[in-house]
């Protein structure tokens, strides 16, 4: 059964660091692109970052480029996310899913989210 | 920057009904990489369709997409009770990577 379980989520002050972690379990984490997705408090989906199986391609969404950092260890099955400089705004539920290229690149499983909190 | 406008914003039905969720695209996206997403509350998001009118592992006959260009829907034929969620439409494009519609709210009438 493919699973994704998201964790480090928390408060944290503005201008504060937090890392995210997502492990991967029932299949081969190192043959899937994954992305991070957020989605903050009664608000709609908006997608963070994309990091490919291996590692070579990475993107970022603009509000967050130079102040998050995806990378991911396949022999862990794992994946982060290194979130800096933090403001309130970047208060959401944070989900990592994993993309089916044969699916178009959609996202066919999500984890349960993390929830992170900018606040002073 | 690709903009996906869905509608209406709240779509009040009654179970037994008939759904009929629309995405509009601000330019022409690729059906290849048109998706459908089914949110219920305190839920993570569940892959519906793929592909402007593909049906994922699982998902039941009554879920059906379609369109092409700027206009794609999400048709549910006959709702269930466990249909009344959030929808949202998503683009994946090589350049801009993912783009989400705003979602569109089922609730029971």
Redesign the interface.
Known sequence: EVQLVESGGGLVQPGGSLRLSCAASGFTFSSYSV?W?RQAPGK????VS?ISGSSNVI?Y?DSVKGRFTISRDNAKSSLYLQMNSLRAEDTAVY?C?RL?SS??????Y????TLVTVSS | EIVLTQSPGTLSLSPGERATLSCRASQSVSS????W?Q?KPG?????LI??AS?R??GIPDRFSGSGSGTDFTLTISRLEPEDFAVY?C?D?DSSR???????TKLEIK
Do not use: C, H, I
């Open positions: 992305n997705v709609g989906l908006e997608w994309y993107f969404a989900y899913a089916k699916y178009g690149y959609s996202m066919d999500w984890g349960q989210g | 290849s990489f048109l998706a997403y949110q839920q993570a998001p569940r892959l793929y592909g593909n994922a592992t949202y998503q994946y990577l993912y783009t989400f519609g705003q979602g």
